[in-house]
């Protein structure tokens, strides 16, 4: 079983900066990928990011495409979601998702609110 803690969430002001953070924990697991999600009121959940456990590589949602970066630390179990120049459409609740074997994404985190004001 699998764990995982986000953080960071919060309320910003539209151009505004904000980092998430989560972290995967339990006893024995794999890592093919990880990546951040969101999901507005009355939308489904869309992917933002994600990342590549093995060599790092990253992908993007056009949308959020030169304001976000997503990184990740190997040892510490963690990614991170660098948010700049953030929108109110960037407004969701943000997951944070682990692909353990390249599959899909398998485990899910409880979720942080990001409220954007304009």
């Known amino acids: 079983q699998v764990t995982l803690v986000e953080s960071g969430g919060g309320l910003v002001q539209a151009g505004g900066s904000l980092r998430l953070s989560c972290v995967a924990s339990?006893?024995?697991?794999?890592?093919?990928?990880m990546g951040w999600f969101r999901q507005a009121p009355g939308k489904e959940r869309d992917i933002v990011a994600d990342i590549s456990w093995s060599n790092g590589r990253t992908s993007y949602a056009d949308s959020v495409k030169g304001r976000f970066t997503i990184s990740r630390d190997n040892a510490k179990l963690t990614i991170d979601l660098q948010m700049n120049s953030v929108k109110p459409e960037d407004t969701a609740v943000y997951y944070c998702?682990?692909?353990?074997?390249?599959?899909?994404?398998?485990?899910w985190g409880q979720g942080t609110q990001v409220t954007v004001s304009s």
């Open positions: 339990g006893r024995t697991f794999s890592i093919s990928r």
């Open positions: 998702g682990l692909d353990g074997d390249g599959r899909g994404y398998d485990y």
